[in-house]
């Protein structure tokens, strides 16, 4: 069973920054994608930045220009940092992996973003 843990989140001041972390355990035999997604509140779950194979990365274009992402197979992590954080940026933040076979989730993060 493969596991997900997070931590990083937080209240944060509007223009702040903030970094998130992940790492996974368990038996994985491979990293398809690995990444984060948000829901906010009231809101459908959404893509914030995914790596894929060969480093091909995906951003959501709400965050495109503040978010720098990396992701460490040898170390089963990515890391996900915002800048000039926004009050719409309040969400839930999920860690995402897949493997060769499954979708990962783990249980979230808590970013507050608020004066």
């Known amino acids: 069973q493969v596991r997900l843990v997070e931590s990083g989140g937080g209240l944060v001041q509007p223009g702040g920054s903030l970094r998130l972390s992940c790492v996974a355990s368990?038996?994985?035999?491979?990293?398809?994608?690995m990444g984060w997604f948000r829901r906010g509140p009231g809101k459908q779950r959404e893509l914030v930045a995914v790596?894929?194979?060969?480093?091909?990365?995906d951003v959501s274009d709400s965050v495109k220009g503040r978010v720098t992402i990396s992701r460490d197979d040898a170390r089963f992590t990515v890391n996900l940092q915002i800048d000039a954080l926004k009050p719409e940026d309040t969400a839930v933040y999920y860690c995402?992996?897949?493997?060769?076979?499954?979708?990962?989730w783990g249980q979230g993060t808590q970013v507050t973003v608020s004066s």
């Open positions: 368990g038996t994985i035999p491979s990293i398809r994608s």
């Open positions: 995402y992996l897949r493997d060769p076979w499954t979708d990962y």
């Open positions: 790596v894929a194979g060969g480093g091909v990365t």
